[in-house]
């Protein structure tokens, strides 16, 4: 068995996927998403930092789904998301999401968020402002 021990310091990505279904409607939107509907989102949190030598990872994936479910999916699965956000287009639920999770995951650093197959927001917190 060859082994590979790395013990120099590089960074990765983990990028973990998750689904809600919630209602929404869009109050300043001239269109149908004016009236109330529902989605299935699929969502994917990503975290990035140094791959520890030690135990060879940047985070647990459990332990980021963990966070995930305690803060964010309690309050959005099965949920009206106008009960959270007054506007909930999906660059406003990102950015909600990204907001609630980054006091608890340690290199929290983007939300993407599909509404729809094949559309999606990605969030990256303040560009400063
Ligand atoms: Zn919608």
């Known amino acids: 068995m060859a082994t590979i021990d790395y013990t120099d310091k590089r960074t990765a990505r983990l990028d973990v996927e998750f689904t809600f279904a919630a209602a929404h409607r869009l109050p300043r939107y001239d269109g149908p998403c004016f009236r109330m509907h529902g989605h299935n989102y699929q969502m994917f949190v990503a975290v990035e930092g140094e791959i520890d030598p030690q135990s060879g990872m940047v985070a647990d994936f459990g332990r980021v789904k963990e966070i995930v479910q305690e803060h964010v ?14 506007n909930p287009t999906a660059e406003n639920i990102a950015r909600w999401v990204y907001e609630i999770l980054a006091p608890h995951l340690p290199g929290l650093v983007e939300v993407r968020l599909y509404e729809i197959p094949g559309c999606c927001v990605t969030y990256r917190g303040s560009l400063g402002g």
């Open 73 to 86: 999916l309690s309050r959005a699965d099965h949920r009206t998301l106008n009960d959270v956000l007054e």
